[in-house]
């Protein structure tokens, strides 16, 4: 007799689905035979400016040393980290991106008799990993599409463990002022801890936006996440890192994987951010990006979530699938969202000015041919 070995698995992973990320420019080329030169990718919320040149010269000087094993304590962008944030090299934990450190807070702080609260519509990671290690997930409700965050306090039960907001969020791009998350951090017992996901903090400008570093000294249950995937293009080399109480990332340290950042990752993470150039030109690529789709979008009549991320969640009606599927015949990749109750949603990144202008066009005429253009 056959063993059926996912009945092996821990409870939790054999209910688990794998996450699901944007889809690769060569398989589409495979699956519909299309040049891949001509298919642009807007799925997955990367930098469309392609990586800083001072991040590229840095990787290739380190190439030489690729029969080494990684600096397992990541001294250099440690250092260069404290040195941007204002924090303590001992307040930092480095991650294989930020997925890694989510994960690895989740094992280290939850266990099968845990709860841990989200958001509806939060990003799809926190309930994967509170789901592996078997803990139970308090998903609650979202408002207007973001995180309820008074809700969020009040679901918090003796059980409770962990608290996971994403801010900005994806893949609905909404984001919480300064005030709003000071006034959440307060009502959150300090035995709770609470990871601030801020991987898109680098497109918010302005005093009223949170920086979540700033608030650690007033509150030590807080853990930070962030990633260099994103504003600052190195979503290929899988660099994330959380800031916190040097007591929790003593903890986060005892478990992270040894050498979980490799010596190019390194190297890059840590030239780029001296290339505060390029971060600002992230910055002026996006914006202009954002303002070129929503107009786009009111022009056609679609409603659309107002995003202050790299992303616009769009409403393009119940044919949803139908439409990412034209698009993708068009040589467009971006991301459906049903997985996230969204089915009405496609999730679609800022690209530059001219990839943006394609997806548009493509847009119209995925719409016009299924009979719901304007």
Known sequence: MAIDYQSLAVRGVQALSPYQPGKPIDELARELGLDPA???????????????????????????????????????????????????MDQITLGNGSNDVLEVIARCFADPDAEVVYSQYAFAVYPLVTQAIGATGVSVPARDWGHDLDAMAAAVTERTKLVFVANPNNPTGTVHKAADIETFLAKIPERVLVVLDEAYCEYLTGDAYPDGVQLLSRFPNLIVCRTF?????????????SISSPAIADVLNRVRQPFNVDTLALAAATAVLADDAYLERSREVNSAGLRQLEQAFDRMGLAYIPSAGNFVAVDVGEQAQAVYEALLARGVIVRPVAGYGMPRHLRVSVGLPEQNARFIEALEQSLAALGQGS
């Open 38 to 88: 001509d298919i642009i990718k807007l799925a997955s919320n990367e930098n469309p400016l392609g990586p800083s040149e001072k991040a590229l010269a840095a990787a290739r000087e380190a190439l030489s040393e690729l029969c080494l094993y990684p600096d397992g304590n990541g001294f250099d962008l440690k250092q260069a980290l404290s040195a941007r944030l204002a924090v303590g």
């Open 229 to 241: 995937s994103k504003a600052w293009g190195l979503a290929a080399l899988r660099v994330g890192y």
